[in-house]
Each structure stands twice: as C-alpha cells, then as structure tokens.
T-cell receptor, first 114, second 113 residues
C-alpha cells in the first residue's frame, strides 16, 4: 500500500507570508496526526484528527496555525502569517483506528521562513 | 504521558546485537511502551510496542521488566542501515483517545563497520 505522502517536500517563504502544507494519509486510515520539529529540538505533537473531527489540538502553538481535514481524507496545515520560529520539519502520520497502534509517518515538509 | 530516560548515544559493531535501554519508572498501568526510530532526515518509523509481555517481530525484540519500569529494545543483528535515533515512548493505546506520541531526545545509535 502507498505510504503517507506530504507536499511540498520543501518550502521557503518570507516572514509574513502564508504557507499551506498537505498530507495524504494511507487510504482507510481514520486517524491523522501532525507533528513538527523546530530548530533541532524534539519532535512535538501538534494535533490529531479522527476522520474529519479534531480529537486533540492541544499542541497547536497559536492561532496562526489552522489545520483542516475536510471529508476525512487529506489534511492541510496552514500557517498565516509565518514567523521565523515556524521554521522546521513538519511531519504527518496516520493510523487505522481503534486497536491499531502503529502510526505511519510521512517524509515531512521542511519549512524555512526567512 | 510517562517520561522516559534514554542514553544519548550508543555504538554497536555491525552484525552484533544492539541493546537499547529505556527507563520509564512513572509508567501507569494502561500505558504501552513504543519504540520508533528516525533514520537521517526521514520520518519516524514504528519498530515495536508492548504492554507487559516481551514482544518480537521481524525488526526487533522488546523486553519489558516485570515491574514495567524499564525496557530494552534489541536489534539482533545490527546492520549499517540501523544507524538512527531510537525513541522510547510511553503512551496510551488508541481506545483511550490520547495516543499522541511524545518524543524525547532518544538514543543516537551508530553501527560501526
């Protein structure tokens, strides 16, 4: 089966601009997660969707970040306006659902804000 | 989620068994132990998980102590491709609705030719 895909692989934008990251989970996976690693720090959880509903968004840093998962398929993470400290690698992961424990991660999107 | 403690780095000779320890003394009864790894610049990769029994799959074995306060991930025959950062994570299973992964600093395992 195809893995989790993320687009773009790299994005370079200027401070104040808007960027939208996309994640396509593995087909049939109800759970979708966003994580990020900034400035060489630890990978941090951002939020968790179950189908189209936000199950847990406790890790979202502030209201400049907006995540959506319309129709319960792919998800987008928009950063508006981007700040320098948003630079890092954004990972998406998916898992099938109840009793399936493994999260499958995508390759990540490297975001650079200048 | 319970906090975990891992050594920052380890070396292992190619072909030998790599034993990566993890302490999780505050683990609760419902929390599982998961291991993931991140090979350079790739997304994290699931390795194995367990609750209290030892587990084995095609990638590794997981040994959990009887009191569940520590565990060891064993890669039986390490290859150069096993060079990565290994993360020990303690978290709840999906049906608790709080299965987010909390990554620490992990152990950087280097396989020596």
């Amino acid at each position: 089966e195809a893995g989790v895909t993320q687009f773009p692989s790299h994005s370079v934008i200027e401070k104040g601009q808007t960027v939208t990251l996309r994640c396509d989970p593995i087909s049939g996976h109800d759970n979708l997660y966003w994580y990020r690693r900034v400035m060489g720090k630890e990978i941090k959880f951002l939020l968790h969707f179950v189908k189209e509903s936000k199950q847990d968004e406790s890790g979202m840093p502030n209201n400049r970040f907006l995540a959506e998962r319309t129709g319960g398929t792919y998800s987008t993470l928009k950063v508006q306006p981007a700040e320098l400290e948003d630079s890092g690698v954004y990972f998406c992961a998916s898992s099938r659902g109840l009793s399936y424990n493994e999260q499958f991660f995508g390759p990540g999107t490297r975001l650079t804000v200048l | 989620d319970a906090k975990t403690t891992q050594p920052p780095s380890m070396d292992c000779a190619e072909g030998r068994a790599a034993n990566l320890p993890c302490n999780h003394s505050t683990i609760s009864g419902n929390e599982y132990v998961y291991w993931y790894r991140q090979i350079h610049s790739q997304g994290p990769q699931y390795i194995i998980h367990g609750l209290k029994n030892n587990e084995t799959n095609e990638m590794a074995s997981l040994i959990i102590t009887e009191d569940r306060k520590s565990s060891t991930l064993i890669l039986p025959h390490a290859t150069l491709r096993d060079t990565a950062v290994y993360y020990c994570i303690v978290t709840f299973p999906p049906n608790f609705g709080n299965e987010k992964l909390t990554f620490g600093t992990g152990t950087r395992l280097t396989i020596i030719p």
